[in-house]
T-cell receptor, first 117, second 116 residues
């Protein structure tokens, strides 16, 4: 079974500052992928960034970067230069490759980020 | 390039009724997954369809059923609605049967179901 834990129900950050959203995971799958999604109040889940379990370098995508520490089973999202439009729910998720095929995407409970002007 | 589209956007039903939600996948995608997101929670996997068959299923009762059509679009049906079925229902698509584990799912805007 896979499990995602997001321990920060809510976070505040000043505009233009950087913020880190925490995510820890647990899985027995030999290969897996870690994802971060943004969910504005409209409800749509927007894919932000991906990190593979065998990737040697941390993923980056514009202002988003993923601090991947495999030994600690953590995959924290770093947002640099926060903007007011970054205010939303952020979900960490994973899916793995088991012997019977790919497993469904499993989500954490999310972190609500509020950017303050 | 059309993304994942879902209909309707909002729906109000009475306890005991039945509901059908619809989803069209992103162009080029042939696999559809459905998720239920209760208020304040992360999405929970309901089931996945590929080649018009249910391929994987989460921990949901048989009241939840689905269908996939030859054009890859999909329906989610919920029978005998309970108050606890009130949630945002998200449809997600991907290329191939769950494609690779490193392939992100593309989500629609969801259908917000309220059961009274």
């Amino acid at each position: 079974a896979q499990k995602i834990t997001q321990t920060q129900p809510g976070m505040f950050v000043q505009e233009k500052e950087a913020v880190t959203l925490d995510c820890t995971y647990d899985t027995s799958d030999p290969s897996y992928g870690l994802f971060w999604y943004k969910q504005p109040s409209s409800g749509e889940m927007i894919f932000l960034i991906y990190q593979g379990s065998y990737d040697q370098q941390n993923a980056t995508e514009g202002r988003y970067s993923l601090n991947f520490q495999k030994a600690r089973k953590s995959a924290n999202l770093v947002i640099s230069a926060s903007q007011l439009g970054d205010s939303a729910m952020y979900f960490c998720a994973m899916r793995g490759e088991s012997g019977s095929g790919n497993t469904p995407l499993v989500f954490g409970k999310g972190t609500r980020l509020s950017v303050i002007a | 390039d059309a993304g994942v589209t879902q209909s309707p956007t909002h729906l109000i039903k009475t306890r005991g009724q039945q509901v059908t939600l619809r989803c069209s996948p992103k162009s080029g995608h042939d696999t559809v997954s459905w998720y239920q997101q209760a208020l304040g929670q992360g999405p929970q996997f309901i089931f996945q369809y590929y080649e018009e068959e249910e391929r994987q299923r989460g921990n949901f009762p048989d009241r939840f059923s689905g269908h996939q059509f030859p054009n890859y679009s999909s329906e989610l049906n919920v029978n005998a609605l309970l108050l606890g079925d009130s949630a945002l229902y998200l449809c997600a698509s991907s290329p191939g049967p769950a494609s690779s584990y490193n392939s992100p799912l593309h989500f629609g805007n969801g259908t917000r179901l309220t059961v009274t």
